[in-house]
């Protein structure tokens, strides 16, 4: 598949784009600057010189692929969909937006009492299928290829479908994936990551993880 990674230069995207490129995808690394774009994905190439990454700006990568991926910061979500706009009509957009107040990142509600996915949702409206998934999923160790996650991915959207596509690209970038149920339970899994950080902190280790057990 052909994913878009917007905001694809931060640690997050890039390393996921890593990882599916790694699996066979076509990754392009989206950017408020092209440039900026085509530099992370010629730094990935480096790491994976057989990958087929390229760079662009996030507007061009939407347009390109099939499927569009979320890391840009929770307060550059709705600004960066709303550039993105009719370009996401019709497709897939998983967004690993996890909404954290700095520093440290400590427990943070939204005023709308709804998960960043579903405002995710709002945002693009009903011609968009949103699936919420990586938001407990440090970038610490996505870049290393042989370090293997310990932990799961959960998956929250409204459509079987969708978390189908979305539960695949999970086990393409090495992790479990399980099915969390509807979009509106991101607020659990994006309220885990303040949770998640407290214990890399107090722990003083950088990978805490999750795992769901008697599946
Ligand atoms: N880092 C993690 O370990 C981790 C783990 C789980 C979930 N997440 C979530 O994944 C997302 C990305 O995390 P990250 O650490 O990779 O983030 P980041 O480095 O802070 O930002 C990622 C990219 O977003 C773009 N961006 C930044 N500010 C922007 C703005 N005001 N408007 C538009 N674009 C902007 C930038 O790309 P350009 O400058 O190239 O446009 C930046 O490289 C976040 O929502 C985070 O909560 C992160």
Not at 79 to 89: I, Q, R
Not at 131 to 144: E, M, P, S, T, Y
Not at 156 to 177: P, Q, T
Request: neutral net charge.
């Amino acid at each position: 598949m052909v994913l878009a990674i917007l905001g694809g230069t931060g640690p997050e995207g890039s390393g996921l784009g890593l990882r599916w490129a790694a699996a066979g995808h076509r990754v392009i690394i989206g950017s408020r600057q092209a440039e900026k774009g085509m530099r992370v994905a010629s730094e990935l190439k480096e790491l994976l010189p057989e990958g087929n990454i390229s760079g662009s700006d996030n507007l061009s990568a939407v347009k390109a692929a099939d499927i569009a991926v979320l890391t840009v910061p929770y307060s550059a979500q709705e600004g960066t969909l709303k550039h993105v706009g009719l370009a996401l009509s019709g497709k897939l957009l998983v967004t690993v937006v996890a909404p954290t107040s700095t520093p440290k990142s400590r427990a943070w509600r939204l005023p709308s009492g709804k998960s960043a996915a579903e405002e995710a949702q709002e945002t693009v409206g009903q011609d968009v299928r949103v699936v919420a998934a990586f938001q407990n999923i440090g970038a610490h160790n996505l870049k290393d290829l042989e370090y293997e996650m310990d932990c799961d991915v959960l998956v929250c959207g409204n459509n079987r479908e969708d978390k189908k596509i979305v539960l695949d690209l999970c086990s393409d970038a090495g992790f479990r994936g399980v099915n969390c149920g509807a979009l509106q339970n991101a607020t659990v899994a994006e309220g885990l990551v303040s949770l998640l950080i407290a214990v890399n902190i107090i722990y003083k280790i950088k990978d805490a993880g999750i795992r769901i057990t008697g599946i």
